[in-house]
C-alpha cells in the first residue's frame, strides 16, 4: 500500500468507516494515485452513497494532496452510464412500484416514489407509514429490491436514500430491549 | 478497511438458507438484514409486521399463535439450516420452529427463564449464583412489599419481572418509598397490559460499579463478544442506562469474575447456544469486588448499541451471532473453555462507546437541537434519533424508549467516553 493509500485509510478508519459498516456496507481504496482515490464499495449501496459527499470531504480534509475521489463496485469497473437511458430505468422502475409495491404498501400508510438514477444506480424514497418504520430495511431488502432486480436487468443497485429519522408518524417504531 | 459485503452489481453470492424471525417493532432488524447481506446469506425472513410484497415476500408470524406461525414455515421456507430470532419477542417461536425442523436451539423452558426476572432469581439461587437477596411478591399486597422489603434490607429495588430497558424499576430506600414503588410499577404495568396480577421482585440494592457482558454461547460455553462499563450509572431511583464504554476498565482478576459468573448464570437458564446479554454489578462493600448478577437476556444487547462495536474483518456483531447459528466458529483463540475470556484478536477493533439519550420529561418531543454540533466533535461516528418529531414520550420508570443513540471512538475507552460527553452536551431535546 502507498503512503498516499495508507493515508486514505486511516482518514477512512478514523472517521466514516464505522457509519459505512453500521449501515451495511464496505469501503477499501482500491487506488490512490496522481491526487486522484478511486474507493472500492461493496456491501448495501444505501450505507455509501448518502455518504459519498461526506466521503470525499474527510479525505479531502485529512489528505491534502487529494483532488478527487471516485466510487466504484467491484466487476462494475468505474462508474459508468448504464446501458439503459435513466429516464426508461425510472420510469420502468416506477411503473413496477406503482403496480406491484404502493398497492400493497398503502394498507401501512406506505408509499415509495423513485427519487432519481445515476449510473445505473435507483434511489427510491419511502414516505408516509414507511419512512422511519423499523421494518423498512426488510421492505426495501426482501420485498423492493428482489422485485427490482429480476425485472430491470440494468438496474446496477438500489439505494434507499429516505431520511428516516425525520419520519414523523412510522407504523412501526421500534422499542428499546 | 475491507467488509464482507454482497458485490453490487454482480451476481449476488448464495450461502445457507438461514431464517430470520424479526418482531415488528425492533432496532435490531435492519442490522441483521444487512449483516445477513454482507455474508452472502439466503435468508428468508418471517415477522409479525411486514407487509407480504416483492420477489421473497416475508412469511407472515404471530408469537402468540406458534402452530400457526411454524406451519405458515415450514409450508413456505424450504429447508434452512439455522433459525434466529433478531430480538426478544420471537425467541420462543425461534426455539419453536427449530424444534419442529430438528435444528440446535435453546430448551423452551430455558427461553422463558431468560425472558421473567422472577424465574432468573430463583434459577440462579438453586444454582448458587452471585445475586443480590431478593423476594418475590406474588400480586402484592402493602404488607407484603413491607415485609418482603425489609426482608431485603435497604435501599432495595423493586422491579416487574416481565419489562426491559429499566423500565418498571424503582429503587426505594424505606419501607413507605417501597410501597410507593410497587404501586407506581403495577401503574406501568396496567399501562403495559401485561397479566393483572403479575409478580414483583424485591431485592437488595448493591452499590458498586455497573457493566454488561455480550457473548455467545456454543454448547453452553461462553465467548464474550463484547463488556461494556456503565460509568455515570446512577444510584436511582430509576436507573436509565446512559453511557457504554468498552472495553471495560474494570481489573482483568474482576472482569475474570464477571465473566465466570455471567457463564455460570446462562447455564443455569439452561441456556445452552446462541446470544446472550448480561448485566452484573460490581458489589464492592467490603473491600472485595464481587460480581452479581443482576439480569441476563438470550438476545444481543439492545436497541442500537451494537453498532459501537466492531471486529476484525470489519464484522458486526450481528455476523458473529449469524455464523454461530450456522454453526461457524466466531473467532481465533476460540478452544471451547467452559467459560472463556474474550479471545484473542477478537476485541472490538478500537475502543468505542454509545451514548443512549433519555427521556428527560414527558411531553411531545418538539426537536432535538445541536445534531450537528454534537456530530463535528472529534472522535463521534454517528448519531441517530429514534423517536419520530411530533411524538410523545415518558422518562422511566414509565418510560420504554431512548430518544437516540450517539456513537463514539477514540485511541482509548476515556477519549470515547469523552467524546460521547462532550456530543451529549451540545444536544438538546425539546419536550413540550
Request: glycine share 12%.
Amino acid at each position: 500500500m502507498t503512503d498516499l493509500a495508507a493515508q486514505v485509510t486511516a482518514a477512512l478508519e478514523r472517521g466514516l468507516l464505522p457509519s459505512v459498516i453500521a449501515r451495511g456496507g464496505a469501503v477499501r481504496v482500491a487506488a490512490a494515485e496522481n491526487g486522484i482515490v478511486t474507493l472500492e464499495v461493496t456491501g448495501s449501496p444505501g450505507a455509501v452513497l448518502p455518504l459519498a459527499s461526506r466521503i470525499e470531504g474527510v479525505i479531502r480534509a485529512a489528505v491534502p494532496g487529494i483532488t478527487a475521489v471516485r466510487l466504484v463496485t467491484p466487476g462494475a469497473g468505474p462508474a459508468r452510464p448504464s446501458p439503459e437511458d435513466p429516464g426508461d430505468l425510472a420510469g420502468a422502475a416506477r411503473r413496477i412500484l406503482d403496480a406491484e409495491v404502493n398497492p400493497a404498501i398503502a394498507a401501512h400508510r406506505g408509499h415509495v416514489t423513485v427519487a432519481g438514477v445515476t449510473d445505473g444506480w435507483l434511489r427510491i424514497r419511502l414516505e408516509g407509514g414507511c419512512q422511519g418504520c423499523s421494518l423498512a430495511e426488510v421492505t426495501v431488502r426482501q420485498g423492493i429490491e428482489p422485485l427490482l432486480r429480476s425485472r430491470l436487468p440494468a438496474m446496477i443497485g438500489l439505494a434507499d436514500v429516505t431520511d428516516h429519522e425525520a419520519g414523523t408518524d412510522p407504523f412501526f417504531s421500534p422499542e428499546k430491549r | 478497511v475491507t467488509g464482507t459485503g454482497a458485490v453490487l452489481g454482480g451476481p449476488v453470492p448464495i450461502g445457507p438458507r438461514l431464517l430470520l424471525l424479526v418482531p415488528a417493532r425492533s432496532y435490531r432488524a435492519a442490522d441483521f438484514l444487512l449483516a445477513a447481506a454482507r455474508m452472502g446469506l439466503d435468508l428468508i425472513v418471517a415477522s409479525d409486521g411486514a407487509l407480504p410484497i416483492g420477489g421473497r415476500p416475508v412469511i407472515h408470524v404471530n408469537p402468540a399463535d406458534p402452530d400457526g406461525s411454524i406451519h405458515r414455515i415450514l409450508a413456505r421456507s424450504g429447508p434452512v439450516a439455522a433459525v434466529v430470532a433478531a430480538d426478544t419477542p420471537m425467541l420462543m417461536l425461534a426455539a419453536a420452529v427449530a424444534e419442529r425442523l430438528g435444528l440446535p436451539h435453546n430448551p423452551a423452558d430455558a427461553v422463558l427463564n431468560a425472558a421473567d426476572k422472577a424465574r432468573q432469581r430463583q434459577r440462579w439461587a438453586a444454582a448458587g449464583v452471585a445475586q443480590p437477596r431478593f423476594e418475590i411478591v406474588p400480586a402484592a399486597a402493602d404488607d407484603v412489599i413491607r415485609q418482603a422489603a425489609e426482608a431485603v434490607g435497604f435501599p432495595c429495588v423493586v422491579k416487574a419481572v416481565s419489562l426491559s430497558a429499566s423500565q418498571g424499576i424503582l429503587r426505594a430506600d424505606d419501607p413507605a418509598a417501597a410501597v410507593t414503588a410497587a404501586r407506581r410499577i403495577r401503574q406501568i404495568l396496567a399501562a403495559a397490559r401485561r397479566p393483572h396480577g403479575e409478580p414483583l421482585v424485591v431485592e437488595e440494592y448493591l452499590p458498586g460499579p455497573e457493566l454488561s457482558i455480550d457473548g455467545l454461547l456454543v454448547g453452553g460455553d461462553l465467548t464474550v463478544t463484547a463488556i461494556f462499563d456503565k460509568p455515570g450509572m446512577p444510584d436511582g431511583p430509576t436507573f436509565e442506562e446512559t453511557l457504554l464504554v468498552t472495553p471495560s476498565r474494570l481489573p482483568p482478576p474482576v472482569l475474570a469474575a464477571a465473566i465466570a459468573t455471567a457463564g455460570q448464570a446462562a447455564r443455569a437458564l439452561g441456556l445452552t447456544r446462541g446470544p446472550v446479554h448480561a448485566e452484573l454489578r460490581i458489589d464492592d462493600r467490603g473491600g472485595q469486588p464481587r460480581p452479581a448478577m443482576l439480569e441476563l437476556a438470550a438476545r444481543c444487547i439492545g436497541g442500537l448499541c451494537s453498532r459501537a462495536l466492531r471486529f476484525p474483518g470489519g464484522k458486526t456483531l450481528e455476523e458473529l451471532v449469524l455464523a454461530s447459528a450456522l454453526g461457524r466458529s466466531v473467532g481465533a483463540g476460540w478452544s471451547g473453555g467452559h467459560c472463556q475470556q474474550v479471545p484473542a484478536g477478537h476485541e472490538p477493533v478500537r475502543p468505542a462507546g454509545v451514548f443512549m439519550l433519555p427521556v428527560p420529561q414527558s411531553g411531545v418531543l418538539r426537536a432535538v437541537e445541536g445534531r450537528d454540533a454534537a456530530l463535528a466533535v472529534p472522535g463521534v461516528t454517528g448519531l441517530t434519533i429514534t423517536i419520530p418529531i411530533g411524538r410523545h414520550v415518558d422518562p422511566l420508570p414509565g418510560g420504554d424508549r431512548y430518544l437516540g443513540f450517539i456513537f463514539a471512538e477514540g485511541n482509548t475507552p476515556e477519549q470515547a467516553e469523552q467524546a460521547l460527553a462532550a456530543a451529549r452536551g451540545r444536544l438538546r431535546a425539546v419536550i413540550q
